[in-house]
């Protein structure tokens, strides 16, 4: 087959989905029926002028004009600019004023109408063919939305040896530069051979380029021989686009640098099905009644029952994107009326990411997320809430202040969403626990329960939860969606993890650690069980003091240096050293700077090799020259993240181990006793995908 026949038969799949499809050259201004004034021009004018009317029929005819006066000519000279100023307009419609009566009306006009589909006009052309700044080119298949180009697929042929789908990704960045306005309204690039297709953002590069592997659902993955038909039955379904289009799109900024990311298959069907039933599990019951059960959680979920279930998708997968649609999907639904929603993680420094992706994405949410900074501001916060909001708060704020037996009732009300990120730590638990002083204490989700006894919880994990973690379930109920370590790494989303034990190679204290170890499990630093948390930590402490032995470290230094050189003659990155406690971090970093004098720098813009920590002034003196402020740990973040800059290594105790992205991370060296999610999490730092990386490697040595 060729690129030709090809071409035909993705028509032919558009067709099928209930979309017209038209040859360019038959609609070019020099044909008989042409639809577009000359060859710079890129939106089919006439689809969009009918579209505006018929989606706003109380427009004077002066306003069409106006609107599509202000949809066609891009106000920046910058494409990112552009592309998110129209999606903007996409979502909210544009701001136009009119007189009607003396009277000046302020209005939005619509472009699209995402409630009814056949309110819209599907058109795919082929061999489109624009003047570019160099020379004309001719995109293989456009699709048009009400005469807006708002995605484009460049195909090669199945049998040509010499072309891949790497060359139509190329071809793509060349029409970037070339026709620039074409892209001004893209929302989605696909490449494709006819057995390969991927598709990506406007500002993707390769490695995000990925896989669509469903057509309506989750479970609907049909084994089509060309990849290319599954993506154009499911992901330019219609009514699935509509959607996608409306709540699975998001921009965020890093400096100056707008960056463009959409959902993968996997997050559209896990948001799609988790709003599908937090709607059914947050209503008010008007009677003692539960209805029948509905068939996986998500058809077992009982009206009314406020557990809006668990989406487990591994890490790496995009969960932060999946939690920011969830929240933009479900606060436009209807039979939600205007819900409040609260994020609730267990770590500052959890809580400080989410808040800033979610307030990257204020046009997808239509408000402005708040934090909680202390509890009472989050019962204040909670208290005046009528309807509305977006509230971040660390699961910790909810323990009740001294003298109250049980968290007062802060808000009622139905339409209370809390959205957990990682939803089987330790503190969701419910169960009470007798203290010394005969009094009952219980977990902070009880307390979350007393303060909105009516909110509905739904958990976003990376991990699996437990099968015999019953807490887990009672909170929230079983998994809505499931998108594993194994999805991933078929789909390119991240690279698989090899795991090498070096305890063997250290001589010291060898077995005393290993059976210590395997007693000590890894201690939360927020785990609120008191007792349990004191007597983990006499054996925590004795282990430390095998661990962090000179000898040892000298040890290990030598070892995790000759390793980590070795590696990185195969295969240029960085690596993450996990050290059981701060002074060990310390310990371990002047033990390697002996063996490398020269990767040590005291100026935090220079050196190969930092240790990164919290601290404070009255740490003693062998941990201050690590101590830095917020300003400078960020210069460390982008450093490291950087794969030209010198930085190579970094150790840590606990930052940087769950929501830290740096693909160029290669390795990581484990000195800490860690098991369960919290190792899951930690070793998810190497999987993620970064140019010709093969695999991220855990070494242990403990």
């Known amino acids: 087959m060729n690129e030709d026949q090809l071409e035909q038969h993705c028509l032919d799949w ?71 100023a129209f999606h903007k307009l996409l979502l909210e419609g544009v ?107 406007l500002t993707a590069n390769q490695e995000r380029f990925m896989p669509w592997r469903t057509i309506k659902n989750e479970d609907d993955k049909p084994l089509l021989e060309w990849q290319l038909e599954t993506l154009v039955r499911g992901f330019f379904d219609r009514a699935l686009l509509l959607d996608y289009i409306r709540y699975f799109v998001l921009f965020e900024t890093d400096g100056e640098l707008i960056i463009k990311k959409i959902a993968g298959y996997h997050q559209f069907h896990a948001v799609r099905e988790a709003v599908r039933v937090t709607v059914i599990a947050s209503q008010a019951l008007t009677a003692n009644k539960v209805s029948d059960k509905r068939a996986a959680y998500g058809e077992d979920v009982q009206l009314g029952s406020k557990k809006a279930g668990v989406v487990w998708h591994t890490q790496g997968s995009g969960k932060s994107i999946s939690m920011c649609c969830y929240a933009g999907k479900l606060l436009q639904q209807a039979e939600m009326n205007n819900p409040t929603l609260l994020i609730v993680t267990d770590r500052n420094d959890l809580d400080g990411q989410l808040f800033a992706t979610f307030s990257c994405a204020q046009e997808l949410l239509k408000q402005v997320p708040v934090q909680a900074n202390d509890r009472e501001e989050l019962r204040r916060l909670l208290s005046e809430r009528e309807s509305g909001g977006i509230i971040f708060t660390t699961v910790q704020k909810f323990s009740p202040i001294e003298g109250e037996s049980e968290h007062p009732i802060l808000n009622a009300r139905h339409n209370i969403v809390v959205i957990s990120d990682e939803a089987h730590r330790s503190q969701y638990g419910l169960k009470a626990v007798l203290t010394k002083e005969g009094e009952y204490k219980f977990g902070y989700a009880k307390h979350m329960r007393d303060a909105i006894p009516n909110a509905s919880f739904i958990g976003f994990t990376g991990t699996p939860i437990a099968f015999d973690d019953k807490d887990t379930r009672a909170v929230f109920g079983g998994y809505v969606s499931i998108y594993d370590i194994q999805d991933a790494v078929d789909d390119g989303a991240t690279v698989p993890i090899y795991y090498e034990s070096r305890l063997a190679k250290l001589d010291l204290n060898h ?28 054996e925590w402490s004795r282990l430390e003091k095998l661990v962090g032995a000179g000898p040892r470290l000298k040890q290990v230094a030598a070892d995790l240096v000759a390793h980590f050189e070795s ?29 490398r004098p020269e990767w040590h720098d005291t100026d935090p813009e220079k050196g190969a090799i930092k240790v990164v920590m919290t601290g404070s002034a009255s740490d003693r003196a062998l941990l201050q020259p690590h101590i830095y402020n917020k300003q400078t740990k960020k210069r460390l973040e982008k450093r490291f993240k950087d794969p030209t800059d010198p930085l190579k290594m970094v150790i840590v105790r606990d930052m940087w181990l769950t929501g830290f992205d740096a693909p160029c991370c290669h390795t990581m060296y484990v000195d800490k006793p860690m098991k369960g999610h919290n190792l899951m999490q930690a070793i998810a730092r190497v999987n993620r995908v970064f140019k010709n990386k093969p695999g991220g490697l855990v070494v242990d040595y403990i």
Request: net charge negative.
């Open 511 to 538: 077995e005393d650690i290993e059976a210590l170890s395997s007693q000590v499990d890894d201690v939360i630093e927020d785990e609120e069980d008191v007792g349990l948390r004191e007597k983990t930590k006499g």
């Open 567 to 595: 590696r990185n003659e195969s295969m240029e990155g960085k690596a993450m050293v996990v050290g059981m406690s701060r002074d060990i971090c310390a310990q371990l970093y002047s033990e390697i700077i002996a063996l």
């Open 14 to 84: 558009f067709r099928e989905g209930g979309w017209e499809t038209l040859y360019g050259p038959d609609i070019a201004p020099d044909s008989n029926n042409p639809e577009r004034s000359n060859y710079h021009e890129v939106v089919l004018k006439s689809y969009l002028e009918q579209a505006i009317i018929r989606l706003n029929p109380h427009l004077p005819a002066s306003s069409v004009e106006q609107v599509l006066a202000q949809v066609t000519k891009p106000a920046s000279l910058d494409l990112l600019t552009n592309n998110r």
């Open 95 to 201: 701001p136009i004023v009119y007189k009607q009566d003396d009277e000046q009306i302020h209005d939005h006009a619509f472009l699209i109408d995402f409630q009814d589909v056949s309110q819209n006009r599907f058109l795919v052309v082929n061999q489109f063919t624009i003047q570019g700044s160099k020379q004309p080119r001719r995109p293989d298949v456009i699709c048009f939305i009400n005469g807006l180009p708002i995605a484009i697929l460049e195909l090669k042929s199945p049998k040509d040896e010499n072309a891949d789908i790497w060359d139509a990704f190329n071809q793509l960045q060349t029409y970037k530069d070339e026709i620039g306005d074409l892209f001004a309204f893209n929302e989605a690039l696909v490449v494709s051979d006819g057995y390969t297709a991927r598709i990506g953002s």
